[in-house]
């Protein structure tokens, strides 16, 4: 079946530091692959996706690149800030398939 | 615009009374829904999907169930919670098909004491 590995958190930032989570999946097809996000006493929200392999998800100064020969879509940004302090998530779906397999999430603190 | 509604956003609850969460869903139709569960330190976990009125995909055998009356309204019960129900609950809903983007609800924190 499907399943999403992320790094365990949590991680600990500086303000202005570089961020990776790392995220590798497993699928028996060709998944759209995502990251979510959940700031603290809420729901998630979408964050980035891609729909192919090379394909390169952005916002917010996020971005993710989905690798199909290594089965990997890690999340990088280059200068977090407080603000950015949430649990991320990543998932995918498979066309064809009516569910999203989310991975364990993991918990940013950025600290001033 | 879609909106999706989630209630109550905090529940107490006495081991073995029973538990209904409703979810609801404006501005589309026809929609897939889902409940996940959020347990302290153990990710998101898909409980019951439906793309259909009255059609329930269970994810994981256990102590709750799910019923669709309406098109838009999704909603997780139980007969007699058990202290691992505790968790945090999202419902959410998702175009056809799924691997566009999912929207959630802002989730309910069940506490089973």
């Known amino acids: 079946g499907n399943s999403v590995t992320q790094m365990e958190g949590p991680v600990t930032l500086s303000e202005e530091a570089f961020l990776t989570i790392n995220c590798t999946y497993t699928a028996t097809g060709y998944p759209s692959l995502f990251w979510y996000v959940q700031y603290p006493g809420e729901g998630l929200q979408l964050l980035l996706k891609?729909?192919?392999?090379?394909d390169k998800g952005s916002n917010k100064g996020f971005e993710a690149t989905y690798r199909k020969e290594t089965t990997s879509f890690h999340l990088e940004k280059g200068s977090v800030q407080v603000s950015d302090s949430a649990v991320y998530f990543c998932a995918l779906s498979e066309r064809g398939y009516q569910k999203v397999t989310f991975g364990t999430g993991t918990k940013l603190q950025v600290i001033p | 615009s879609q909106t999706i509604h989630q209630w109550p956003a905090t529940l107490v609850q006495p081991v073995g009374s029973p538990l209904s969460l409703e979810c609801t869903v404006e501005?589309?139709?026809?929609?897939?829904l889902y409940w996940y569960r959020q347990a302290a330190g153990r990710g998101l976990q898909l409980l019951f999907y439906s793309i259909g009125i009255g059609q329930i995909s269970s994810e994981v055998p256990q102590n709750l169930s799910a019923s669709r009356p309406q098109d838009r309204q999704f909603i997780l019960s139980s007969k007699k919670l058990l202290l691992s129900d505790s968790g945090f609950y999202l419902c959410?809903?998702?175009?056809?098909?799924?691997?566009?983007?999912?929207?959630f609800g802002s989730g309910t924190q069940l506490s089973v004491l």
């Open positions: 959410a809903w998702s175009g056809t098909p799924v691997n566009e983007k999912l929207f």
């Open positions: 891609a729909t192919k392999a090379d």
């Open positions: 501005g589309t139709s026809n929609p897939n």
